[in-house]
């Protein structure tokens, strides 16, 4: 084990799956299917954001009919079902994970609920992979909040600055930087994250295959 990097800590959608595109298309569906107009930053307000936050977003703001629990469940039964048809790993997920797990601990910070969690884990037959699995469900605040990271930190017991994470959004590179943690970032080209935001980051790579054990253990050497 490295004597500065003591685990490693995955985003879940953009960074495993290619599930951003699915999860707007299905709340603007639902949007449409109650003849509401799409805000012009929903899409990417929404990102990051836990489980009980979009869903009253959808609700307060976007203005589909609640309460904003039963919105929530049929999004996120709708993104179950797109799931069992076609789960959306991206290119070289399952060998990052491999091949960082054989070196250190690995956490997962998601916005995802716990169902679709579990849900991709298993399909991808991931889950023995991760030592700490978190959703934002199960902390008070989604990300740009740093406290998904935080508490997957204290789980793993190590300190978020000898943590590498990997993220795709702006309140993913937010949160991640917030909790003190080293940034790997992978944007995805359709929601490509903000430049401030962006500029977190220690690398800005392309794909999973470029997330290398001497890459992640080189950024905090390198520091």
């Known amino acids: 084990m490295s004597d500065g ?7 879940l959608d953009g960074v495993l799956v290619d599930s ?42 976007v203005g589909i009919p609640g309460p904003a629990p039963v919105v929530a ?5 709708r993104m179950a079902d797109r799931y069992r048809e076609h789960l959306p790993l991206l290119p070289g997920a399952v060998d990052a994970v491999r091949r960082l797990s ?21 399909a991808a037959n991931l889950t023995d992979s991760f030592r700490v699995t978190m959703s934002t469900e199960q902390v008070e605040e989604g990300k740009p909040s740093p406290a998904v990271y935080l508490a997957v930190a204290r789980q793993l017991d190590v300190a978020p600055e000898t943590v590498v994470a990997l993220e795709d959004s ?16 992978l944007p995805r080209p359709a929601f490509p994250p903000a430049p401030d ?27």
């Open 5 to 11: 990097v003591q685990a490693v800590v995955f985003d």
């Open 20 to 61: 951003e595109g699915i999860w707007d298309e299905i709340r603007r569906g639902l949007a449409a299917e109650h003849h509401r107009s799409w805000p012009d930053d929903a899409t990417h307000l929404m990102l990051g954001m836990s489980t009980q936050e979009w869903s009253t977003y959808l609700v307060d703001t």
């Open 73 to 77: 469940q049929t999004v996120i039964g």
């Open 102 to 122: 054989q070196r250190w601990p690995l956490g997962l910070a998601s916005s995802s609920p716990r169902r679709l969690i579990d849900a991709v884990l298993e």
């Open 170 to 185: 702006s309140n993913g590179l937010r949160s991640a930087s917030g909790a003190g943690m080293y940034v790997i970032a």
């Open 197 to 223: 935001a962006l500029s977190l980051a220690e690398a800005v790579l392309e794909h999973l295959d470029d997330v290398t054990v001497d890459l992640v253990e080189s950024l905090i050497r390198g520091s």
